[in-house]
């Protein structure tokens, strides 16, 4: 089981299979995401605002996954107007919700 902390949730994260999957999706808090779970998150300025919000350091990194049963994906989801570059505080209007996504093989 691997942890994983993003901003974006693709179909093309899920080995989907023959058989179908089941993704599970559910509004959390920011305190109920580990800091042990591993950043995915490949924007800069996104990792700076999400890191202020948790509070701790999120790393960039650009990498793909394919999440498989068992691991848990929080997302960071932006709403809000575009961010301007270079932006590291969330504009008037904006937030950043919370969500964790687990998944399991449709029977």
Do not use: C, W
């Amino acid at each position: 089981m691997t942890t994983y902390l993003g901003n974006a949730l693709s179909l093309n994260m899920f080995d989907i299979g023959a058989d179908g999957l089941q993704i599970d999706i559910r509004p959390i808090l920011p305190a109920e995401i580990p800091a042990d779970a591993i950043s995915i998150i490949g924007h800069e300025d996104m990792a700076a605002l999400v890191a202020r919000v948790l509070g701790r350091v999120v790393y960039v990194n650009r990498e793909s996954v394919t999440l498989t049963q068992g691991d848990i994906l929080f997302v960071a989801q932006y709403r809000g107007p575009r961010l301007a570059a270079g932006e590291t505080q969330l504009p008037s209007g904006a937030k950043l919700e919370f969500y964790r996504v687990t998944t399991k093989r449709s029977s």
